[in-house]
């Protein structure tokens, strides 16, 4: 049973199919929904990115390291805040999903993941690149 809806607007749809498409190009990622209607992007089912959706406005979240996190909230007019209740593990959200940087979102998202991997994945990931 679900206590809250899933991501309809949209508007929530679209960054979803984009955030989907980076997610799923690591190794071994999974998509799940919580009973809150978030959804989340893990690897060994720990999340690196979360989505939400407020008055059909869609939310997004993403696992950074602590220094990454400290540059990107001390940039002046920055579209990032400390992610409420987990931003003290790095987490940090876009204000606003209408102007995205996606290159420095997809950096973020990489960085996120390589947070979250097991070593194996990321030495075989590594392994791979040209």
């Not at 979360?50 to 400290?70: C, F, R, V």
């Not at 979250?116 to 791979?128: E, G, I, N, V, W």
Request: hydrophobic content about 30%; overall charge negative.
């Amino acid at each position: 049973m679900s206590h809250g809806k899933t991501l309809a607007s949209e508007q929530s749809l679209l960054l979803l199919d984009k955030v989907r498409t980076i997610c799923t190009q690591y190794p071994e990622v999974t998509e799940s929904t919580d009973l809150f209607g978030h959804i989340s992007f893990r690897v060994n089912d720990k999340p690196f990115v979360m989505m939400g959706e407020k008055d059909d406005i869609p939310t997004m979240s993403i696992k950074t390291a602590p220094s990454t996190q400290e540059f990107l909230l001390q940039q002046e007019d920055g579209n990032y805040s400390k992610t409420r209740y987990i931003g003290q593990h790095g987490w940090v959200s876009l204000r606003s999903v209408t102007d995205i940087n996606w290159e420095e979102v997809k950096d973020l998202i990489e960085e996120g993941y390589g947070r979250t991997a097991p070593k194996r994945l990321l030495r075989a990931l590594h392994h791979h690149e040209p």
